[in-house]
Every structure is written in C-alpha cells, then in structure tokens.
C-alpha cells in the first residue's frame, strides 16, 4: 500500500474483507485486508493508511482499543467504523477517538465505497469527464 494513501481494510471475516478490497480496487482505490485488531495496528504504523474501515468485533481485541493504539501514532488516519451493532457505533461517535463516519453491517458495496472516497485525501483514478476524451 502506498503510504499516506490507502485504506486498511480490518475484519475478521475474511472472506467480506476481500469482497471489499477487490470493489475498491476495481474503483481505482488501493486497499489491504487484515483480519486482526493486532495486525492492523502493526500495519497502520507501518504504512500509514489514509482511512481505515475497522470492525468492531475482532478476535484479539475490539475496534476502538485498535483506534487508541493507531491514533497514540504521530499520524491521524480517518477511521470508519464498521459494525452490525447499532450500539457499538453510537458508543464510537461519542468516544474521545477521532472517528469520521461509521457504517452499519450490512451495507451495499456502492454505499461503503462511496463513504470510503469521500474520506479520501484526493480524488482517486480520472475525472469522470475526462474519460473518453483525446487531445487534439
């Protein structure tokens, strides 16, 4: 992933991760997937990731105990929660982590894409408008 620019993709459930990171790649959008609260901390300092998508329910520790840790780095990633608890991420929009947006499981991949992009530090892949185009 290249620094400062992609999306850390976090959740245990594998196989929806990869669902995930293959629709952001096809919009142009460059993501990784880990399945583990430990794994994305290690990650996230590592390679900086422009926004993280975090699962609440992880298997080694939860999404906002992976949020202080990311966050105690001397980056701010935009954190997007990601749960099927409607508590959780209400307990999320109050907590004292930095957290942009959150999103409810499920949720349609155009839906959770677009959230994604809107967090984006620049537009990702060419100008609607200029496709198609030729110079001349």
């Known amino acids: ?5 992609g999306v850390l993709v976090v959740d245990d459930d594998r196989a929806y991760a ?7 790649a096809r919009q142009g959008v460059e993501a990784v997937a880990v ?6 901390v290690s990650l996230a300092r ?8 975090l699962d609440i329910g992880l298997p080694d520790m939860d999404g906002m105990e992976v949020a202080a840790l990311v966050q105690e780095a001397s ?3 935009r954190i997007i929660l990601l749960s099927g608890c409607i508590e959780w991420l209400q307990l ?3 907590s004292r982590i930095d957290i942009v947006d959150s999103v409810a499981k499920p949720t349609r991949l ?4 677009e959230r994604i992009r ?3 530090p620049e537009p990702v892949g060419p100008a609607p408008a200029l496709l198609g185009r030729t110079s001349g």
């Open 46 to 53: 590592e390679t900086h990731p422009a926004v993280i998508l």
């Open 18 to 24: 990869q669902t995930v990171v293959s629709y952001l």
């Open 75 to 77: 980056y701010k990633p």
């Open 110 to 113: 155009s839906v959770l894409a």
């Open 35 to 40: 399945g583990s609260g430990e794994a994305a």
């Open 1 to 5: 992933m290249t620094k400062d620019r």
């Open 92 to 94: 999320g929009a109050m």
């Open 118 to 120: 809107a967090w984006l």
